[in-house]
């Protein structure tokens, strides 16, 4: 009979030792697996994902609803006041101070209003001229000119 060499020996009891690792190594990636889609705690990968499922559901009708919102808000803001600029000034010179001014109120589109107030002993006129397309139909004071310049310029 023939003797076995002792690198034989080596290599089959290495190879042994690998089995045992390798089977080792699939039965705990089986059980994993298992438990993963079997489901632990009472919830199944199925289940979670229909539970996901309803949720992104959810999230986009509620995406949808601020998407509205905000096309509402845009839609209130353009026809806001958002450009605005005012003058003080004197316009009896050598009488008074800049108790008078003109101020300017305008949308996006450049519409709104001038108002002016004119401040004298005897009282205080206040004169508002409509504005449409960063034009009045009604004549303007030099004063009310610039306001109108300035807030028309303003994005």
Do not use: C
């Not at 190879?15 to 089977?23: G, I, Q, R, S, T």
């Not at 699939?26 to 705690?41: D, I, Q």
């Not at 026809?79 to 949308?107: C, E, H, Y």
């Not at 006129?125 to 409509?130: E, N, P, R, S, T």
Request: charged letters at 25%; glycine letters at 8%; proline letters at 1%.
């Amino acid at each position: 009979m023939q003797e076995i060499s002792p690198i034989i020996m080596v290599a089959v009891g290495i190879l042994f030792a690998l089995e045992a690792a390798m089977f080792l190594f699939v039965w705990k990636t089986n059980k994993r697996m298992s438990k993963f889609f079997n489901g632990s705690g009472g919830k199944s990968i199925e289940k979670i994902l229909e539970y996901e499922f309803k949720r992104m559901e959810k999230n986009e009708g509620d995406i949808r609803h601020l998407i509205e919102n905000m096309k509402w808000i845009e839609g209130v803001a353009r026809k806001s006041i958002s450009k605005t600029s005012i003058k003080r000034f004197n316009p009896f010179k050598g009488i008074g101070g800049n108790q008078s001014f003109s101020i300017a109120f305008l949308d996006n589109k450049n519409d709104g209003v001038v108002l002016s107030s004119l401040y004298s002993s005897e009282g205080t006129k206040i004169y508002a001229k409509a504005v449409e397309n960063g034009i009045s139909e009604h004549q303007l004071t030099d004063e009310e000119k610039e306001v109108l310049s300035k807030a028309a310029e303003l994005n």
